[in-house]
C-alpha cells in the first residue's frame, strides 16, 4: 500500500531504492542469559514485534529456541527458528513485526503469529501502538519518537550509518508498507510454469529481451493486485450485499457500468436483501491494457475482420514495460484462450534525458521536446 497515494499497489509498480539509514541495535532481554541483541532499521516497528527469529543452524542461538525474550519495549515473545534469517546480517537475530516486509508476512502465516497492526492508510501510527506521542505520527518522526525514548533508557547498544535499499512505489518515489486490508488479486503465482513455457512459443525482438521477462516471471512473489483507490480509472463492475456478504455481479448486458452511479434497484441473490453497496475500487491500469488483443479482435469498427485477429502478429513495446504489460497480456492470453496473444515482440528502448532517465510523463523531457526529436529523427 502507498500511504502517499493512498491505494494498494502489484509487485511490478514496486522499485527499490538506496538510501541512507541507520542500523539500530536494540537490546531484548533474554532471562537467564542477559542481553540478546537484534539489529533493525525500522525501530519505529518495535510495538508491533509479536516474534523473534534465528537460523536454525546458527550455534550462537540454538539453547534459546523456544524460550521467550522480552522486547525493549517491555513485551514478551516467543523465539523462533526458520532457514529466511541470514546468519551474516546484523547479529543473526532478528525481530517479526507485522509487517515491515514481505518476510514479516510470509513468518505469519508459516508460524500462525497474531497481527498487531500499527500504521493506518495514511502512514500514520494508530492508537495500537500503545506509546505516548507516537499516534497520528508518521514513520519518520514516531522513529524519531522512539529512538529518543530508547537511549534514554540505554536500550540502543550501538547506531551505524548505513546505505540499503527500500521498496518505494514507481509513481510518487514514496515508501510502501505492507496493510491487510481487502483487495482484489489475481493468481499469477500459480500460473508461473505457464508463463515461462509461452516465453518459448514467442519470437522477441532482440532476442536476448526475452531473459529479462524470464528473470521477472521468475522473480514474481505476490498475486497480482488488481484493485485500487484511485480516482481515474475502470470501474470495478461489482456490488455487495451486506447482510450475507454475497459477491453480485451484473448482468453481461448492463456492462459496462459505473457501480457507484448504477441507480437500479438490486436485490442479492442469496438472500434477497435490497442492502446492496458498490464496489468503489477501481481496476489497475494494466489489468485493462492487458486486454488489448481482445478489444482490438472485437473491436466495433472490425467489419468482417472481428474475431479473426487473435492471436495478433505483433506487440511492439518498451523494454520497461516488459513487467507489466507483456507480462499480464500474455496471462491474460493464456487464461482466457489458452494461448500467447501474439507470435512476435519487438522490445525498444528509450531516448533518455540523462544518464538512466527515459523521457516521460513523470521525469520530463529536460531539454529535450518529443516534437521536435520527431520531426528530426522520425517516430
Known amino acids: 500500500y502507498c500511504p502517499e497515494c493512498q491505494t494498494s499497489v502489484a509487485q511490478a509498480e514496486v522499485e527499490d531504492k538506496e538510501c541512507s539509514g541507520i542500523f539500530y541495535d536494540l537490546i531484548f532481554r533474554n532471562p537467564g542469559r542477559g ?51 541470514s546468519m551474516e546480517k546484523g547479529t543473526g537475530a532478528v525481530m517479526c513485526c507485522t509487517y515491515g516486509d514481505s518476510t514479516d508476512v ?52 550501538e547506531e551505524k550509518p548505513i546505505t540499503h535499499e527500500i521498496s518505494v512505489h514507481e509513481r510518487c518515489g514514496e515508501p510502501i508498507e505492507i496493510i491487510p486490508i481487502t483487495q482484489w488479486f489475481v493468481k499469477i503465482l500459480e500460473m508461473k510454469p505457464q508463463l515461462l513455457t509461452a516465453a518459448e512459443q514467442i519470437n522477441w525482438y532482440p532476442p536476448h529481451m526475452k531473459k529479462r521477462y524470464l528473470n521477472w516471471v521468475e522473480g514474481l512473489g505476490w ?7 484511485r480516482f481515474f480509472g475502470i470501474p470495478i463492475p461489482l456490488f455487495y450485499c451486506q447482510d450475507c456478504e454475497e459477491i453480485i455481479l451484473p448482468k453481461p448486458e448492463e456492462l459496462p457500468i459505473d457501480p457507484r452511479l448504477d441507480k437500479k434497484e438490486r436485490n442479492c441473490s442469496r438472500c434477497r436483501s435490497k442492502n446492496i453497496q458498490p464496489e468503489t475500487g477501481v481496476l489497475d491500469t494494466w489489468f485493462t491494457s492487458a486486454l488489448t488483443p481482445d478489444i482490438n479482435n472485437n473491436h ?32 491474460m492470453g493464456l487464461l482466457l484462450h ?13 531516448i533518455l534525458a540523462k544518464k538512466g532517465e527515459k523521457i516521460s510523463k513523470k521525469t520530463g523531457g529536460g531539454q529535450y521536446d518529443p516534437e521536435k526529436l520527431i520531426d528530426q529523427y522520425s517516430a
Not at 492508510?121 to 522512539?146: A, D, W
Not at 466495433?300 to 513487467?323: F, V
Not at 489458452?338 to 528509450?350: A, R, T
Open 35 to 85: 542481553e540478546l541483541i537484534i539489529a533493525t532499521t525500522r525501530p519505529e516497528l518495535l510495538p508491533a514485534c509479536v516474534a523473534v527469529f534465528i537460523h536454525p543452524d546458527d550455534k550462537r542461538y540454538k539453547d534459546i529456541v523456544g524460550t521467550e525474550v522480552e522486547t525493549p519495549l517491555g513485551s514478551k515473545v516467543k523465539v523462533l527458528a526458520d532457514d529466511k534469517v
Open 106 to 157: 510470509y513468518w505469519a502465516r508459516i508460524h500462525d503469529l497474531p497481527e498487531r497492526i500499527i500504521l493506518d492508510k495514511k502512514g500514520r501510527f494508530t492508537t495500537e501502538v500503545g506509546i505516548s506521542g507516537m499516534e497520528g505520527k508518521s514513520v519518520v518522526e514516531g522513529r524519531r519518537i522512539l529512538v529518543s525514548e530508547l537511549r534514554k533508557k540505554g536500550l540502543i547498544k
Open 223 to 229: 498475486d497480482w493486485c488488481i484493485s485500487r483507490q
Open 300 to 331: 466495433p469498427l472490425n467489419g468482417s475482420l472481428t474475431g479473426k485477429m487473435y492471436p495478433m502478429s505483433m506487440r511492439p513495446q518498451a523494454h520497461d514495460i516488459i513487467r507489466t504489460w507483456a507480462t499480464y497480456t500474455i496471462l
Open 338 to 350: 489458452n494461448e500467447v496473444p501474439w507470435k512476435d515482440i519487438m522490445i525498444s528502448g528509450h
